[in-house]
T-cell receptor, first 108, second 116 residues
Framework: RKEVEQDPGPFNVPEGATVAFNCTYSNSASQSFFWYRQDCRKEPKLLMSVYSSGNEDGRFTAQLNRASQYISLLIRDSKLSDSATYLCAKGNTDKLIFGTGTRLQVFP | SAVISQKPSRDICQRGTSLTIQCQVDSQVTMMFWYRQQPGQSLTLIATANQGSEATYESGFVIDKFPISRPNLTFSTLTVSNMSPEDSSIYLC?????????????FGPGTRLTVL
């Protein structure tokens, strides 16, 4: 089993929709989790760190469920510019282990 | 976050040759990392570049194939040696963040390598 697993999608949603992605992980000792956004032919950019208490940044909400070993990303009021691949990552000592990414396509 | 640059941004190389990729950061960082992202795949860590000592390689990656230098706290190089078409990939360096989140990393723009 991969250490970090994501549904590759694509998720095709209309503008204004709410969309949620989950990412499951193994090794409950992991302490840090992140969501990255990667546009086509670009490097990943850090979107959010994921804290145990959950955190929100504008239209984006990230949550951590340690009991079920998953993290989630909720995007409200989707914009065309949200179209990208969303990668989850977990920390493992000094390293990050990435999922394969979930592709989101927002259409007009 | 730190400003990270990579050179070259892309290259097309012949089988059997080697390419050295440079990563420059505008501030001193302790941890630098090299990743590979093959077409349609996620990021795979190649090695952690340690200043003043040998790099730490992940399973499946060896120093003879991917020698790494880290002469100071702002610079690192990754060489892809004796290339084959299977080495065609995007190579990215990253650095640890300076914020409060442990393990947070920021990426350079990547080097797109095509091996013919």
């Amino acid at each position: 089993r991969k250490e970090v697993e994501q549904d590759p999608g694509p998720f095709n949603v209309p503008e204004g929709a709410t969309v949620a992605f989950n990412c499951t992980y193994s090794n409950s000792a992991s302490q840090s989790f992140f969501w990255y956004r990667q546009d086509c032919r670009k490097e990943p950019k850090l979107l959010m760190s994921v804290y145990s208490s959950g955190n929100e940044d504008g239209r984006f909400t990230a949550q951590l469920n340690r009991a079920s070993q998953y993290i989630s990303l909720l995007i409200r009021d989707s914009k065309l510019s949200d179209s990208a691949t969303y990668l989850c990552a977990k920390g493992n000592t000094d390293k990050l282990i990435f999922g394969t990414g979930t592709r989101l396509q927002v259409f007009p | 976050s730190a400003v990270i640059s990579q050179k070259p941004s892309r290259d097309i190389c012949q089988r059997g040759t080697s390419l050295t990729i440079q990563c420059q950061v505008d501030s001193q960082v302790t941890m630098m990392f090299w990743y590979r992202q093959q077409p349609g795949q996620s990021l795979t860590l190649i090695a952690t570049a340690n200043q003043g000592s040998e790099a730490t390689y992940e399973s499946g990656f060896v120093i003879d194939k991917f020698p790494i230098s880290r002469p100071n706290l702002t610079f690192s190089t990754l060489t892809v040696s004796n290339m084959s078409p299977e080495d065609s990939s995007i190579y990215l360096c990253s650095v640890e963040g300076q914020g409060i989140s442990y393990n947070e990393q920021f990426f350079g723009p990547g080097t797109r390598l095509t091996v013919l």
